[in-house]
């Protein structure tokens, strides 16, 4: 499988003052096309700062990031976002929907953003239906459960056919039930439509969904294992 995305020796530095923050201390990772990743650790280890990273939504301090050959740390913002709304999803802890605008409008926002709107109407509903929210396309967030905010945002991350999913612990503000039924979408997208999943999660339960699972601690990269969950698609 091709390698799509590509830190070498990445740091992230945050100044406070005086004071010296490692977010990130020499990390060397990689994804390949297909793989299915959890990453682990403890509050304030660096697993966000390493998404974000990874997903272009933050620069390191120093180091190089490649997305699919190309070195991304030499883009300008403007093709850097385009990558970001042509090849990659988010969802993340918080939902992050627009309170004023229904489930349908919050998912069609990619498009808006891209400048590539057309009449996708049937797309948002197909996107709401495959995660269990036919019916409830005109609600508002204020009008949904936590469980189903999140399925609006993990459908709004599938808008524009990204190939990867990143998730930043999307089952943090969900009951465990809640939780399970949100991991069972995210693994039938990389099980079914090969989407590369990467998720950031302390939980142990979560990780086992993943077929490889990276443990970071004080911004380093302590573990890097494959568990034995595997796919027939995958050779």
Known sequence: ???VIRLENVF???INGKTELRALNGVDFSVKEGDFIAIMGASGSGKST???ICGLLDKPTKGDVYFEGIRATRLSDSQIAEI???KIGFVFQQFNLIPHLSALENVYLPKLFSGTENNEEGEVYKLLKSVGLEGKENRRPNELSGGEQQRVAIARALMNNPDIIMADEPTGNLDSKT???IMEILNN???NFRKTILIVTHDPQI???AERVISIKDGRIIKDHNTAKTYLWRK
């Open 12 to 14: 992230k530095i945050y």
């Open 84 to 86: 970001r709304n042509k």
């Open 189 to 191: 997208l990389h099980k």
């Open 179 to 181: 939780g399970k039924q």
């Open 1 to 3: 499988m091709k390698e």
């Open 50 to 52: 390493m998404l974000h």
């Open 207 to 209: 990780a086992k969904c």
